[in-house]
């Protein structure tokens, strides 16, 4: 990208600069916002200008940015809270159907809702005592597949639901990371449906006859 057209989206590069570098423990100066977009976006700005644009960001576009006292910045809040993205981060590090690479992928497109300092902490290590993840891959291509049976609609058309067919593994007592199939393998034949009326439970499974 030329440095005329990067000039022009200076702006943007600031608000990029905060999402990823400040939150309420880490604050930022105009010098270095502007040691930033000289060195990394090939960006001459006067500090003057950068107020201006924190200015625009915080009363224009709703950033919420804290400070000017001592020049220092602070980016308060986000679309996410960062203890809900924590928690995010835990359930997908705690789901045994998730395997632990799609657990650290997952991971990672959340920490991009949070700054490069909290990111950190999403990304150690959650202690769960003999924790137990699944080592399929295409898990979330299985749930795509089981809500696609589910939709009644298709390219903006009514569709039929459809039935699924499915194996039911389990652990045995004796090998905890080994999976056995149930009723010899004989397959599961289910019509999962989502109710009009959805109730607090959510999803129900219509076993037929």
């Not at 977009?37 to 960006?43: A, K, P, R, T, V």
């Not at 039929?160 to 397959?187: C, H, M, W």
Request: include cysteine.
């Amino acid at each position: 990208m030329a440095k005329s057209e990067n000039q022009k989206l200076k702006t943007l590069y600031v608000a990029k600069y905060f999402l990823e570098n400040s939150d309420e423990n880490y604050p930022v100066t105009a010098g270095d916002i502007t040691d930033y977009l000289q060195n990394e976006c090939g960006i001459k700005s006067e500090r003057c200008a950068i107020y201006r644009d924190i200015a625009a960001l915080r009363d224009v576009f709703g950033m919420d940015i804290y400070g000017g006292q001592g020049g220092k910045y602070r980016l308060l809040s986000r679309q996410f809270e960062f203890d809900d993205l924590r928690l995010l981060a835990e359930c997908v590090h705690a789901a045994k159907f998730i395997s632990a690479s799609k657990a650290k992928e997952l991971v990672s497109t959340i920490a991009e809702f949070c700054s490069s300092y909290q990111a950190e902490e999403l990304h150690r290590e959650v202690f769960l005592c003999d924790r137990v993840k699944t080592t399929r891959k295409d898990i979330l291509l299985i749930i795509g597949i089981i809500q696609a049976a589910m939709s009644t609609r298709e390219n903006g058309k009514p569709k039929t639901p459809q039935k699924i067919s499915f194996k039911y593994l389990k652990y045995t007592i004796q090998d905890k990371n080994t999976q056995v199939e149930r009723r010899k393998g004989a397959a599961y034949k289910v019509s999962p449906y989502a109710p009009s009326d959805c109730t607090a439970n959510g999803w129900g499974y219509s076993f037929p006859p």
